[in-house]
């Protein structure tokens, strides 16, 4: 499905599973040409997790890609001007609850190709909105753009980020773009050093090349989680609902503290990465503690959680 939103001068392009009725991840894809059916299409060909991906077109390209101001590169192109702060001010307090008046998320994805990659990444010094990062052949060649890095701090680290480069990208006769590699490769150690889970991925070709198919990867990659984290994770989600549902006696405020982690097992529960969680931990790959994993233990906490919401309901 598509759904179609504009916000002042930016066009937000939406593709999700009408089939889809609990929260999933939403990924923010700053585009240069709308092509975001294409990129979804190939993302269901790559079997990504449930996602909502949003595309957002009509933007100013090397200016609110841009962190400073920047003098042009060639005759034809346009000087940067900087202007990224203001498009990240205008993402998060404008586009994005426009986004959330129609659908539902657990956590937002930042993502973006050349400029938008860079910007993914700048993004991450300016507001916490973005759980997990993706920049595709990310501009790291931007003047003084590592040193900004090195003198600055991340609002809020995320989960993951994702890197990927054409092996061609620094084969270059620009000396400024042609420290697009090593500078790549700076920052995949630098985010790694500070505890962060990098990811790196080298295409063929040049940075013109398959572009859609890149950010794809990207997304698909950026979406997956480690199984034996996912487990962890959601055993203690379990765990924390358990521990409320069999208080002697539950309030609104219990429940409310709950929701999340209830939607989150409920989310998880019967999709791809359960059904594979739960494969491997039968053939003995994974040997910790998973009753989340139990379809009866499953069951009866949602069967409990169900009657304490309507026992509360009735007492209203």
């Known amino acids: 499905m598509k759904k179609e939103i504009k916000v002042e001068d930016k066009n937000v ?3 999700y599973d009408e089939n889809i009725n609990i929260p ?3 990924v923010i894809l700053n585009t240069f040409d709308e092509d975001g059916e294409n990129i979804w299409n190939l993302c269901k060909e790559k079997n990504c997790r449930d996602y909502i991906l949003a595309t957002i077109s009509n933007i100013n390209w090397n200016d609110e890609m841009s962190p400073w101001y920047m003098k042009k590169l060639y005759k034809n192109d346009k000087d940067y001007l900087g202007k990224a702060d203001e498009y990240i001010e205008k993402l998060t307090n404008r586009i994005i609850p426009e ?8 956590y937002y994805v930042l993502a973006g190709y050349s400029l938008a990659g860079l910007f993914s990444i700048y993004s991450m010094y300016k507001t916490e909105k973005f759980k997990r990062i993706v920049s595709a052949s990310g501009s790291f060649w ?3 753009f590592l040193e900004y890095i090195n003198k600055n701090k991340i609002k809020n680290n995320p989960d993951k980020i994702y890197f990927s480069l054409g092996n061609k990208e620094s084969k270059t006769k620009n000396e400024l773009m042609s420290k697009v590699e090593v500078n ?3 920052l995949l150690e630098y985010y790694k050093n500070q505890g962060i889970e990098t990811i790196y ?4 070709g040049n940075h013109f090349q398959d572009v859609n198919i890149r950010i794809a990867k990207g997304i698909c990659n950026i979406l997956e989680d480690n199984n034996l984290e996912r487990i962890k994770k959601n055993e203690e989600r379990l765990d924390r609902i358990i521990l409320v549902l069999n208080k002697q006696k539950v309030t609104d405020e219990d429940m409310k ?3 999340n982690d209830y939607e989150e097992i409920n989310r998880y529960y019967g999709s791809k990465e359960w059904f594979q969680d739960l494969e491997d931990h039968d ?3 994974i040997k910790i503690k998973a009753g989340v994993l139990s379809q009866d233990g499953i069951w009866n906490m949602i069967e409990k959680y169900n009657e304490i919401i309507k026992e509360l309901n009735i007492r209203k």
Do not use: A, L, M, Q
Not at 201 to 204: A, L, R, W
């Open 13 to 15: 392009t939406v593709y």
């Open 24 to 26: 999933v991840p939403i």
């Open 99 to 106: 986004i959330e008046k129609n659908f539902t998320v657990s």
């Open 142 to 144: 931007y003047p003084n």
């Open 184 to 186: 790549t490769k700076y």
């Open 201 to 204: 991925e080298e295409n063929e």
């Open 257 to 259: 503290i709950i929701k």
């Open 283 to 285: 053939n003995g790959k």
